[in-house]
């Protein structure tokens, strides 16, 4: 059974940068996977910020970015800020009908 | 303004039945497919379900077929998860997901743009 994988945590500094990863473990991830990222704080349903590998949704700073690395799909937050402490999902499709989230990315501003 | 409202959560003991709404409005719901996602305590999402606009195409994860069903109703612009066989691993907050697809210059998109806020699943004796 393929999983999605994602980085436990990350910290960064107050206007720093921060590259999340999103990996399969059987296989490349590519565009066709249709990588999505997800903003979610305690409490608070998910927030869309990248969809399709690297177009951001609406109302999205171009501090955050979307990309595939490697084998891998990519997150980057350029000049963090301390509301970009939060929870990050990826989400990305494997076929047939089916979806698959990363366990999650806990990004600390500090 | 978009709005998903998700109801029908509650306590329920292990084996039972539970049905989720959820009430979308602001868009023309019967052009969207749409997705049930949840979220254990203090877990990460997990993916449970999609529908397609006109609901003949569903598909589910591993973790509920057979046990789930999900439909729509697109008069009245709801959603529903029917859970049946209830176990403690379901307990979970449970958002419905509006599903964005289009095609921009060639290239496919598809996007879980807009969230409900959930509603809580207890499954416990």
């Known amino acids: 059974q393929t999983v999605v994988t994602q980085e436990p945590s990350f910290s960064v500094s107050p206007g720093g940068t921060v590259t999340l990863t999103c990996g399969l473990t059987?296989?490349?991830?590519?565009?066709?996977?249709?990588p999505s990222w997800f903003q979610q704080t305690p409490g608070q349903a998910p927030r869309s910020l990248i969809y399709?590998?690297?177009t951001r949704s609406s109302g999205v700073p171009d501090r955050f970015s979307g990309s595939i690395l490697g084998n891998k799909a990519a997150l980057a937050i350029a000049g963090a800020q301390a509301d970009d402490d939060s929870n990050y999902y990826c989400l990305l499709y494997l076929g047939n009908g089916i979806w698959a989230f990363g366990g999650g990315t806990k990004v600390t501003v500090l | 303004e978009v709005q998903l409202v998700e109801s029908g959560g509650g306590l329920v003991q292990p084996g039972g039945s539970l049905r989720l709404s959820c009430g979308a409005s602001g868009f023309t719901f019967s052009n969207y497919e749409m997705n049930w996602v949840r979220q254990a305590p203090g877990k990460g999402l997990e993916w449970v379900s999609y529908?397609?606009?006109?609901?003949?195409?569903?598909h589910y994860a591993d973790s509920v077929k057979g046990r789930f069903i999900m439909s729509r109703d697109n008069a009245k612009a709801s959603l529903y998860l029917q859970m049946n066989s209830l176990r403690a691993e379901d307990t979970a907050v449970y958002f419905c997901a509006r599903e964005s697809n289009y095609y921009d210059g060639g290239s496919f998109k598809r996007n879980f743009d807009y969230w409900g806020q959930g509603t809580l699943v207890t499954v416990s004796s």
């Open positions: 399709s590998t690297n």
């Open positions: 059987s296989g490349a991830v590519s565009t066709s996977h249709y």
């Open positions: 529908i397609g606009s006109r609901g003949d195409l569903k």
